[in-house]
Structure formats: structure tokens, C-alpha cells
């Protein structure tokens, strides 16, 4: 069964940066919409941005001109570059691709934003 490999999270300053990736184990096809959600602790799982198969995207507010998502059509991986990282941000991520009749989640990564 295909999974989602996640890497880049870690520890970090605020106003620091950090890039996700997620990248499936095995071949995929007819992706729909790739996206980033987060989770807290002790908060529900939220969703952060997403973008679809003709590269429109879209962001959750508390992100919206810090995080940028992309995505490469040819490694079907898609990425969440995180700028201007604040306390807040500190959460799994875990990247979710929507494809059609499937949906794959990530195992989730670690971000820590603190001095």
C-alpha cells in the first residue's frame, strides 16, 4: 500500500523557516487536490493550505503570507515552505493527497517553534 513519506519538520526560532516535503512510497495517479493540515496539542486536527491538480491554491488565515504549498506534477510531492514561523505554528503537519476514489494522509511530522 503506497504511503506518504513527510520530512523537513524540527525545531526552529520564531521568525524562523523551515520546508516541508511529502512524497508518496509508490506510484499514485489522477491527483486531485494535495494539501497541508496541522494538529496542536490538546486542538483538533486543521487544515493550513491546499493546492489543486491546476496549481490553484489556498490558505487557512493564520497562515496566509507566510506559508507558500507547491507542487512538483512529475514526483507527485508536494511542499510547504514556512516563513516568519511563530509559537502558534507548533504542531504535527501532515501532508493529504485527495486523488479520485482515494485519499492519503502522512504520518505526520514535527514542528517546534520556541527559543
Known amino acids: 500500500q503506497v504511503q506518504l513519506v513527510e520530512s523537513g519538520g524540527g525545531l526552529v526560532q520564531p521568525g524562523g523557516s523551515l520546508r516541508l516535503s511529502c512524497t508518496p512510497s509508490g506510484s499514485i495517479f489522477n491527483i486531485n487536490v494535495m494539501g497541508w493540515y496541522r494538529q496542536a496539542p490538546g486542538q483538533q486536527r486543521e487544515w493550513v493550505a491546499s493546492?489543486?491538480?491546476?496549481?490553484?491554491?489556498n490558505y487557512a488565515d493564520t497562515v496566509k503570507g507566510r506559508f507558500t504549498i507547491s507542487r512538483d506534477n512529475a514526483k507527485n510531492t508536494v511542499y510547504l515552505q514556512m516563513n516568519s514561523l511563530k509559537p502558534e505554528d507548533t504542531a504535527v503537519y501532515y501532508c493529504?493527497?485527495?486523488?479520485?476514489?482515494?485519499?492519503?494522509w502522512g504520518q505526520g511530522t514535527q514542528v517546534t517553534v520556541s527559543t
Open positions: 493529504n493527497i485527495n486523488g479520485i476514489g482515494y485519499a492519503l
Open positions: 493546492i489543486t491538480n491546476g496549481g490553484s491554491t
